[in-house]
């Protein structure tokens, strides 16, 4: 079993590895895996010394909190977290097309999903996600898809829900000890820096925004979370897909959810020559790098087999030099301010 060293969430007595399993796939996100499958590859990542492990009602629709609960139910809970999430709630739906896509999930599950932010939106979600995973206890809770990314015109509303009503859910819970962390699951650093002038908060799931190609939250976000108590579960280290795959094949190379534009493409392939020349693997570095800022407590790329689990373990802990990352910076395509990892994990 790998041994893979910990930080703290935020000023909690949580300490979780800074290597975690991203569940949406659990979910068949994009393909259909199959249950076996799926229990197979977080046995896997259990056997790896993977310990913490995120999950959604979003993620095909309880399906993937579904099959997580399955895998882990028999297992000592001393042996692995869990983080699912609040604000959407899961209701029957009788003509749900289970043979087509929906949300971006091949899922068989037959509900829908509807935002509620009210405190008894957020209990019910919390009550519902543990009978889905059949556990009687999550380790983190957090809101998931709040801010005007997600909700444009709507974001006032369902602000005013979570801050007037549902906050006080994830508090309660919280003081009670019946959850150990609390935050925020988004896309946007924008809703993470307005819910910290509100209420405190231990911690943010951000998917994307500080990675090997995009470093603004350096000289704002990441300072201020610092400041406030929050650390950082990094989501997407991979951008979507583009520092997975680099820019040299001939697939389209994705990022942000979307085709990459020229710029990002460009940048990407400087990148890409710097990794050849020090012969490093693209997604090595990619996962690496964001570990360095005192603030990221983890990275939790999605996993979706066995094989990828044990590819991934090799990429965490894959020898980088020092000197490729002060080409990067010399280069300038890594921000002057960004910290570097030290070696290996």
Not at 31 to 55: E, N, Y
């Amino acid at each position: 079993m790998t041994k893979i060293a910990t930080k703290s969430i935020g000023n909690t007595e949580l300490q979780v590895p800074m290597l975690g399993f991203g569940g949406a796939s659990l979910g068949n996100l994009y393909q259909a895996i199959s249950d076996s499958d799926a229990r197979f590859t977080v046995q896997a990542a259990i056997k790896q010394g993977i310990q913490l492990f995120d999950t959604a009602p979003r993620y095909g629709l309880g399906l993937s909190e579904r099959r997580l609960g399955d895998a882990l139910r028999t297992l000592p809970k001393s042996d692995y977290f869990v983080s699912t999430k609040v604000g959407r709630m899961l209701t029957p739906d009788r003509h749900a097309n289970v043979g087509e896509p929906r949300y971006g999930f091949e899922t068989p599950m037959p509900f829908d999903a509807h935002y509620d932010y009210t405190y008894s939106g957020i209990m019910r979600s919390y009550e519902d996600s543990l009978q889905r995973l059949g556990l009687a206890q999550v380790d983190i809770l957090l809101v998931h898809d709040i801010g005007k990314s997600t909700h444009g015109d709507k974001d006032t509303f369902y602000y005013k829900q979570f801050t007037s009503s549902g906050y006080r859910a994830l508090d309660e819970l919280r003081s009670q000890g019946s959850i150990k962390a609390i935050g925020l699951g988004v896309n946007e650093t924008e809703i993470c820096e307005r819910v910290m002038d509100f209420a405190q908060f231990d911690c943010f799931l951000l998917a994307g925004r500080y990675s090997l190609i995009e470093q603004d939250a350096l000289t704002g976000f990441l300072p201020k979370c610092e400041q406030h108590g929050a650390s950082i579960i990094l989501g997407g280290p991979y951008n979507s897909g583009i520092l997975a795959t680099g820019v040299k094949g001939s697939s389209v190379p994705y990022y942000n959810y979307q085709p990459a534009p020229k710029s990002i493409i460009e940048k990407v392939a400087q990148i890409e020559a710097v990794c050849a020349e020090f012969n490093v693997n693209l997604p090595a570095a990619a996962l690496q790098f964001p570990l360095a800022h005192t603030a990221v407590a983890t990275v939790i790329p999605g996993i979706d087999s066995a094989a990828r689990m044990e590819q991934t373990i090799a990429l965490f802990k894959e020898t980088i030099p020092q000197g490729f990352w002060l080409k990067l910076k010399a280069k300038e395509l890594i921000h002057a301010q960004a910290p570097l990892p030290k070696g290996n994990n």
